[in-house]
């Protein structure tokens, strides 16, 4: 299994931006990373998803070193509306072969 | 609005007893996976279908099973059920060869 461990928590204030390292050491070459956003009560949403340099869209980018054991989701000029949990996933979509493993999340807290 | 529902929304049962929880996947979305998500903690694959069969499964015992049909729609059956059943279930739908899952508001399952 890729196994993802992320900080448990983070603190931000409006305005600034946010970056959550996940680190996944046995990460596999088929594997790409894709990171989630869950609200209290609702199922996690997609963000973004990469395999190797840099991933942007319109919400968030996703930096992977060329090695791939870590993977860093930055989010610009946070609001209230972005706290949340954060997790990291890696897996073989294609396959399901390589069970997807969602981490315990990152709990951001963004504050006025 | 993900377009993905799942039902019931709440569900209570007893120790020993049978539930098949049931979701219904975008129209194009081949491929459904499930979760279980326990309070805390992040949600964590059971296991995923692709046109109608397994072709992944997480660390999850065989009374954890499912079936997929054509129409988009999905279940999940666990037997006897038990204590640490207890959880929110997650059913995620794609379409073939993307990552982007879309997830649906989850059941509620307590087992008294």
């Known amino acids: 299994l890729a196994k993802t461990t992320q900080p448990i928590s983070m603190d931000s204030y409006e305005g600034q931006e946010v970056n959550i390292t996940c680190s996944h050491n046995?990460?596999?070459?088929?594997?790409?990373i894709t990171w989630y956003q869950q609200f209290p009560s609702q199922g996690p949403r997609f963000i973004i998803q990469?395999?190797?340099t840099k991933v942007t869209n319109e919400v968030a980018s996703l930096f992977i070193p060329a090695d791939r054991k870590s993977s860093t989701l930055s989010l610009p000029r946070v609001s209230l509306s972005d706290t949340a949990v954060y997790y990291c996933?890696?897996?073989?979509?294609?396959?399901?072969?390589?069970?997807?493993?969602f981490g315990s999340g990152t709990r951001l807290q963004v504050q006025p | 609005e993900t377009g993905v529902t799942q039902s019931p929304t709440h569900l209570i049962k007893t120790r020993g007893q049978q539930v098949t929880l049931r979701c219904s996947s975008q129209?194009?979305?081949?491929?459904v996976s499930w979760y279980q998500q326990a309070l805390g903690q992040g949600p964590q694959f059971i296991f995923q279908?692709?046109?109608?069969?397994?072709?992944g499964r997480g660390n999850f015992p065989p009374r954890f099973s499912g079936l997929q049909f054509p129409n988009y729609s999905s279940e999940l059956n666990v037997n006897a059920l038990e204590l640490d059943d207890s959880a929110l279930y997650l059913c995620?739908?794609?379409?073939?060869?993307?990552?982007?899952?879309?997830f649906g508001p989850g059941t509620r399952l307590t087992v008294t």
């Open positions: 995620a739908s794609r379409r073939d060869r993307s990552y982007e899952q879309y």
């Open positions: 046995n990460i596999a070459t088929n594997d790409y």
């Open positions: 990469g395999y190797k």
């Open positions: 996933l890696v897996g073989d979509l294609d396959t399901g072969r390589r069970a997807l493993t």
């Open positions: 129209s194009g979305h081949n491929t």
């Open positions: 279908y692709y046109r109608e069969e397994e072709n």
